[in-house]
């Protein structure tokens, strides 16, 4: 089966610091990546769609300078959030595209202090 | 704008019940309709998926029921199991590969 992995899988930063979120896919080679957020108890909401050897495209009222996205192989994607606060607290996801479906991975708790 | 509206909210199913989610879209355009089962702290994992051209698909338990001219689509878990615990999400999407709307989500509780 598909395996996307993703590290850390919880994260505890102080406020004013930056945070790296890796997604990998395992067995399969992914020119497109998305990531989610989830806030508890919610649904999953599109953060941005990333694509191997190009900038990313985000989505209306996600702050691209914030949270940075960097897919520099078919493998591996990366979000950055920049200068983490409290709201940023959540649960992040990755999903990878493979033959049409989306695999998506386990999720980063990520908790700002 | 919530694309995917899913209902209900919450269940509560004994065990060897019928589970029953209802999920409705707007938009035309799409053409995947995939359902997720997501546990505490796990990402989503997709359980049974369905396209426009087909009104009913089954996998195992799980079954799909498609009714396009309504814009509604609904998962049926057959005989409930306390493992069935969880929260469900329907979602849709333009392509299979393209990013999906999901839906608010349901929790269920199926109990012994």
């Known amino acids: 089966g598909a395996v996307v992995s993703q590290h850390p899988s919880r994260v505890i930063c102080k406020s004013g610091t930056s945070v790296k979120i890796e997604c990998r896919s395992l067995?399969?080679?992914?020119?497109?990546m998305f990531w989610y957020r989830q806030f508890p108890k919610q649904s999953l909401m599109l953060m941005a769609t990333?694509?191997?050897?190009?900038?990313?495209?985000?989505e209306q009222g996600v702050e691209k300078d914030k949270f940075l996205i960097n897919h520099a192989s078919l493998t591996l994607s990366t979000l950055t959030v920049t200068s983490a606060h409290p709201e940023d607290s959540s649960f992040y996801i990755c999903?990878?595209?493979?033959?049409?479906?989306?695999?998506f991975g386990p999720g980063t708790r990520l908790t700002v202090t | 704008q919530q694309q995917v509206k899913q209902s209900p909210q919450s269940l509560i199913v004994q065990k060897g019940g019928i589970s029953i989610i209802n999920c409705a879209y707007e938009?035309?355009?799409?053409?995947?309709f995939p359902w997720y089962q997501q546990f505490p702290g796990k990402g989503p994992a997709l359980l049974i998926a369905?396209?426009?051209?087909?009104s009913e698909k089954k996998e195992g338990r799980f079954t799909i029921s498609f009714n396009k001219s309504a814009k509604q689509f609904s998962l049926h878990i057959m005989d409930s199991q306390p493992g069935d615990s969880a929260t469900y999400f329907c979602?849709?999407?333009?392509?299979?590969?393209?990013?999906?709307?999901f839906g608010k989500g349901t929790s269920l509780l199926v109990t012994p």
């Open positions: 999903s990878a595209r493979r033959q049409g479906l989306q695999y």
């Open positions: 067995d399969f080679q992914a020119t497109t």
């Open positions: 990333s694509n191997e050897g190009s900038k990313a495209t985000y």
């Open positions: 938009n035309t355009a799409f053409d995947y």
């Open positions: 369905i396209r426009p051209d087909v």
């Open positions: 979602a849709a999407s333009k392509n299979s590969g393209y990013a999906l709307n």
